[in-house]
C-alpha cells in the first residue's frame, strides 16, 4: 500500500527554524515527484514546490521561492520542507502529496502553529 | 501563472438532487499533443486530506462512486454529483497540471445539504 507518513504537529515561536518530513512507503519512492501544499486555517489549497528525490531537482511556486526549502533524502524515503525563519503567518496545515500530474496520495498532513 | 476559479463559491442542495460545481482556467488545459484536459478534481472533508475525484477532466479515481462526472475541455469544466448524499458534504477544488510543476488549484466551493 502507498503509503505518505508525515511528522507531528509542531508550535514554534517567530524567529525560530523548523523542518517538516513525509515518509514514502509502498512504491519506489526515488520515481515519482513529491509536493508540498500549504492550507492556511479556513482557506483553499496552495502548491509550494515539488522534488524529485532521485536527483533532488526542485521546482518551487514564485509564491514561495525563498521563503522555505525543500530538499529529500532518498536513502530514507523522506522529503522536507523547513523554514530558517518562521513568521506568525506560516501557521498553516502543510500537506505533502505524490505528483503524478494529478495528487492521488496524500500524508496526513503537520499543523505547524507559530505564535509568541 | 494559470489561475483557476470556481463557482460557486458554496451551494445547498437537497438530499438526492443534483449539484454543479464550475471551474474556469484562464488559459486552455487541453493539450493538442495528446488532446487531454489537464485537470482534476478534489474532495475534502473536515480534518482530512484532500482527496481526488477525477483527473484528465472527466476519469473517476478507482473507487470514486459513480455518482461523481467531471466533464468540460479548454477552459471550462463542471463537476457534476448526482444525488447527493451525507457523505459528498465537503470542500471541493479543480487543480490544473497543465504546468507541469507548478499546478494551480481553484479557491474551493463548499457543498452543504439544504
Known amino acids: 500500500e502507498v503509503q505518505l507518513v508525515q511528522s507531528g504537529a509542531e508550535v514554534k515561536k517567530p524567529g525560530e527554524s523548523l523542518k517538516i518530513s513525509c515518509k514514502g512507503s509502498g512504491y519506489s519512492f526515488n520515481n515519482y515527484w513529491i509536493g508540498w501544499v500549504r492550507q492556511m486555517p479556513g482557506k483553499g489549497l496552495e502548491w509550494m514546490g515539488v522534488i524529485y528525490p532521485s536527483d533532488s531537482d526542485t521546482r518551487y511556486s514564485p509564491s514561495f521561492q525563498g521563503q522555505v526549502t525543500i530538499s529529500a533524502d532518498k536513502s530514507i524515503s523522506t522529503a522536507y520542507l523547513q523554514w530558517s525563519s518562521l513568521r506568525a503567518s506560516d501557521t498553516a496545515m502543510y500537506y505533502c502529496?505524490?505528483?503524478?500530474?494529478?495528487?492521488?496520495?496524500w500524508g496526513q498532513g503537520t499543523l505547524v502553529t507559530v505564535s509568541s | 501563472d494559470i489561475v483557476m476559479t470556481q463557482s460557486p463559491d458554496s451551494l445547498a442542495v437537497s438530499l438526492g438532487e443534483r449539484a454543479t460545481i464550475n471551474c474556469k482556467s484562464s488559459q486552455s488545459v487541453l493539450h493538442s499533443s495528446n488532446n487531454k484536459n489537464y485537470l482534476a478534481w478534489y474532495q475534502q472533508k473536515p480534518g482530512q486530506p484532500p482527496k481526488l475525484l477525477i483527473y484528465w477532466a472527466s476519469i473517476r479515481e478507482s473507487g470514486v462512486p459513480d455518482r461523481f462526472s467531471g466533464s468540460g475541455s479548454g477552459t471550462d469544466f463542471t463537476l457534476t454529483i448526482t444525488s447527493l448524499q451525507t457523505e459528498d458534504v465537503a470542500v471541493y477544488y479543480c487543480q490544473q497540471y497543465y504546468t507541469t510543476h507548478l499546478i494551480t488549484f481553484g479557491q474551493g466551493t463548499r457543498l452543504e445539504i439544504k
Open positions: 502529496a505524490r505528483l503524478e500530474q494529478w495528487l492521488a496520495k
